[in-house]
């Protein structure tokens, strides 16, 4: 009975001493499987980032962080390409302690595991162990909610710890705004805001574009550590922290002491290189090179300027030559948009070249004399160039609407008289898509409703002049080729030949468009069209006054009797006159013609050219008395160009 509580006491040490031994077993196991959890947490935060430039008071201060493991005090600085010196100081000593809030993600999203292990280590960062002077607490969950406000106790930042619990939605956009205003009012320090966050943002009523700005406005950079696993908006938060510079993080809850240890380590490395004296420059940016060890990154700052944040200092676009220079220039993009649209329209016109059939058939000669021909502005189906059953549709609707209004006539016979291969009611289709493109295309290329306006007007009108330009060419050529015609038409009455037989062989010999339209005046005549009536409608169809006169006296010689060779030839002769006589009208008022041209144009191309070169200087008088002003002066400007083409307009 004695032996056996002489012998317990014996034990109890052997047991205990093999218990503290299990305990310094374990301890060195979750040691080594914190340090491999470390190994597990994402850092892609950048070795060697610049955070602010200033270029006030004729020094250039550089601000940088590094966390490599070089000496980072003595960086190598070029500056517009020039070596440069500089003194460099850490943050600390130069009077910048740090600052910083945490904004914690407190969401039911979260779990209470997470956010309690996230709010046990956050002493690593706080006053007194970390690299912040002074620091704040702000929670997401339930609506953003200000925990401590940035201190320098330790024991205020805590004091509320207890009442930290998942609840709710994530507020995240309003924490981050009210985290910004807090580190805004901290004074010059340096100013850090660490987002630990598990979900996304669900109950705010700041936007991003909102939180982005006041956290620019605030100078803060921004370090985010994202649960892994979690829900957490990774593409937005990233985005964040390349605007404002900082860092970006993604491990586990037991990874805590890892993650904000790499904050801690930026904070702790953060430097100031000053250059005093530093050379002018030409031009609204500078270049900067930091070199640290291996790591070398490129920024960029303006003259009596201070920037902050990756944003403002990222590097110049490199220009390289006149060349690049002209590239980059705001009216060679404009040219561009101009050459966009016109190959827009080369291949709309191709495309509908190759949709459209040949019109040599019999089936296109007979068309005159179908029933169907003219509804709805067409021939039939098989000579449509709109082919889809959409396209059809709303070249019917055109059609139909400008027929009840009598424009889809006049719009028929100017396309004839241009020889283009369009309907009436194809041709305002692609005319009005064309214009709605067009002002589409220009306000996403350049973003100004002014030179969209100006593009769909150019697309408005531009279509009636090239149409009409084609139609008066080809007109001009139907008239200069009317004498020979003329003569041509005689020789073959010398000859024995028929009037008809006449205009045929002349139609084979002569150019076009005169070749064409008597071939399809004699074409039309064989079908039963008396040929005076089959003549008459080319002089309609090509609007020529001189060949309805030749075949005004076709018809008077064909019910009179008489030469009508030698009638030919005298109205040949006076229309070789008239001719001449144009000429010498339009050699007479060359002067007058050129001085209305270009008194039409200066006004409008010295006011794009102005606006081109100084925007904001022609831009006032788009608004108010200008716009008034503008308006009188275009009023005036058409009167006066009427005025001016009245004068030297003389009819022969």
Same mark, same amino acid.
């Given at each position: 009975m004695t032996k056996g509580p002489t012998r317990r006491p014996?034990?109890?040490?052997?047991?205990?001493?093999?218990?503290?031994?299990?305990?310094?077993?374990?301890?060195?196991?979750?040691?080594?499987?914190?340090?491999?959890?470390?190994?597990?947490?994402?850092?892609?935060?950048?070795?060697?980032?610049?955070?602010?430039? $200033?270029n006030r008071d004729g020094q250039l201060k550089v601000d940088y962080m590094y966390r490599g493991t070089t000496d980072a005090?003595?960086?190598?600085?070029?500056?517009?390409?020039?070596?440069?010196?500089?003194?460099?100081?850490?943050?600390?000593?130069?009077?910048?302690?740090?600052?910083?809030?945490?904004?914690?993600?407190?969401?039911?999203?979260?779990?209470?595991?997470?956010?309690?292990?996230?709010?046990? $280590?956050?002493?690593?960062?706080?006053?007194g162990n970390g690299p912040f002077a002074q620091l704040g607490l702000v929670t997401t969950g339930d609506g953003a909610r200000i925990v401590a406000q940035p201190t320098t106790v330790p024991s205020a930042l805590t004091a509320n710890f207890a009442s930290i619990v998942p609840k709710g939605v994530s507020s995240l956009w309003d924490a981050v705004v009210m985290a910004?205003?807090?580190?805004?009012?901290?004074?010059?320090?340096?100013?850090?805001?660490?987002?630990?966050?598990?979900?996304?943002?669900?109950?705010?009523?700041?936007?991003?574009?909102?939180?982005?700005?006041?956290?620019?406005?605030?100078?803060?950079?921004?370090?985010?550590?994202?649960?892994?696993g979690s829900g957490a908006d990774g593409a937005a938060l990233r985005e964040l922290v390349g605007s404002l510079g900082g860092s970006f993080q993604v491990g586990q809850d037991r990874e805590f002491d890892t993650l904000y240890g790499n904050v801690v380590e930026l904070g702790a490395n953060q430097y100031r290189a000053t250059i005093d004296n530093v050379a002018t420059f030409d031009g609204e940016l500078a270049s900067l090179a930091l070199k640290v060890g291996n790591e070398e990154v490129a920024a960029s700052y303006r003259p009596a300027v201070l920037s902050i944040g990756a944003e403002a200092v990222k590097p110049a676009p490199a220009v390289?030559?006149?060349i690049d220079e002209v590239f980059i220039s705001t009216w060679v993009k404009y040219l561009i948009v101009a050459f966009v649209a016109l190959a827009a329209g080369g291949a709309a016109f191709a495309l509908i070249s190759l949709m459209t059939k040949?019109? $040599?058939?019999?089936?296109?000669?007979?068309?005159?004399?179908?029933?169907?021909?003219?509804?709805?502005?067409?021939?039939?189906?098989?000579?449509q160039s709109a082919k889809s059953a959409l396209l059809q549709n709303v070249v019917e609707g055109v059609g139909g609407l400008a027929q009840d209004r009598g424009f889809l006539v006049r719009v028929e016979a100017l396309l004839e008289r241009a020889d283009l291969p369009l309907r009436a009611a194809e041709a305002l289709t692609f005319y009005l898509g064309g214009a709605i493109v067009s002002v589409i295309v220009t306000f996403v290329m350049t973003g100004s409703w002014m030179f969209a306006i100006?593009?769909?007007?150019?697309?408005?009108?531009?279509?009636?002049?090239?149409?009409?330009?084609?139609?008066?060419?080809?007109k001009k050529k139907f008239s200069n080729l009317l004498p020979d015609m003329l003569q041509l038409l005689a020789g073959t009455l010398r000859a024995g030949y028929s009037i008809g037989q006449g205009?045929?062989?002349?139609?084979?010999?002569?150019?076009?468009?005169?070749?064409?339209?008597?071939?399809?005046?004699?074409?039309?005549?064989?079908?039963?069209?008396?040929?005076?009536?089959?003549l008459e409608s080319v002089a309609i169809r090509m609007d020529s006054e001189d060949f309805g006169w030749a075949v005004m006296a076709i018809r008077i010689q064909r019910e009179v009797g008489g030469n009508l060779a030698e009638l030919l030839m005298t109205v040949s002769d006076t229309m070789v006159q008239r001719m001449r006589l144009r000429r010498d009208v339009a050699s007479l008022t060359a002067e007058g013609r050129m001085s209305a041209?270009?008194?039409?144009?200066?006004?409008?191309?010295?006011?794009?050219?102005?606006?081109?070169?100084?925007?904001?200087?022609?831009?006032?008088?788009?608004?108010?008395?200008?716009?008034?002003?503008?308006?009188?002066?275009?009023?005036m400007m058409l009167i006066g160009f009427v005025w001016m083409k009245k004068t030297i307009t003389i009819e022969v």
């Open positions: 014996r034990r109890r040490p052997r047991f205990a001493l093999a218990l503290s031994g299990a305990a310094v077993l374990l301890g060195l196991a979750v040691t080594h499987t914190t340090a491999v959890s470390g190994a597990e947490v994402d850092n892609s935060t950048p070795t060697l980032q610049v955070r602010a430039i $200033d005090s003595s960086p190598q600085l070029t500056v517009n390409g020039k070596a440069a010196n500089a003194d460099t100081v850490s943050l600390a000593e130069a009077g910048l302690p740090a600052s910083g809030v945490v904004v914690l993600d407190t969401s039911s999203a979260v779990s209470n595991a997470t956010v309690q292990l996230a709010k046990a $280590d956050l002493v690593t960062l706080g006053p910004s205003d807090l580190v805004a009012e901290s004074g010059e320090t340096q100013r850090n805001i660490i987002l630990v966050v598990g979900s996304t943002d669900a109950g705010s009523a700041a936007s991003y574009s909102e939180t982005l700005t006041a956290l620019r406005n605030a100078g803060a950079s921004l370090h985010v550590i994202a649960i892994k390289s030559g006149e040949r019109r $040599d058939g019999l089936n296109h000669a007979l068309r005159h004399y179908d029933e169907t021909y003219g509804v709805n502005g067409f021939d039939d189906d098989e000579q100006g593009v769909v007007l150019l697309a408005l009108i531009l279509p009636g002049f090239v149409v009409d330009f084609l139609a008066k060419r080809r205009f045929e062989a002349v139609s084979g010999e002569i150019d076009e468009p005169m070749g064409k339209e008597l071939r399809r005046a004699v074409t039309e005549a064989r079908l039963g069209k008396p040929l005076d009536e089959a041209i270009i008194l039409g144009l200066l006004p409008p191309g010295l006011g794009f050219a102005m606006y081109f070169m100084n925007p904001e200087y022609i831009s006032k008088l788009f608004s108010g008395t200008g716009l008034i002003l503008l308006v009188a002066s275009v009023f």
